[in-house]
């Protein structure tokens, strides 16, 4: 029972939060229209691959240590 009342409340958070995120980015005018907008933005935000810049460190191997002791 704990577990669906865990789930329960996961999602009124998230929907809370997704409310006010439409209030405060666009305001209360077409709150549908824009709620819309937001959910297409996050789509489009979590669908895309992160991609990693490659630079001349990445190359790099790590130093060895030739002393004795380490």
Same mark, same amino acid.
């Given at each position: 029972?704990a577990? $669906?009342?865990f $789930? @329960?409340?996961g999602a $009124? @958070?998230?929907?809370?939060? +997704? ?5 405060? %980015?666009?305001?209360?005018m077409n +709150?549908? %229209?824009?709620?819309?907008?937001e ?11 992160i %991609? ?8 790099l191997?790590?130093? $060895?240590s ?5």
């Amino acid at each position: 029972m704990a577990f $669906i009342r865990f $789930i @329960f409340w996961g999602a $009124i @958070f998230v929907g809370s939060a +997704f409310a006010f995120t439409v209030l405060f %980015e666009h305001g209360p005018m077409n +709150f549908g %229209e824009n709620a819309k907008k937001e959910k297409e933005s996050l789509q489009a935000m979590f669908g895309k691959k992160i %991609e990693k810049k490659k630079d001349e460190s990445d190359k790099l191997t790590p130093r $060895i240590s030739t002393e004795k002791g380490f």
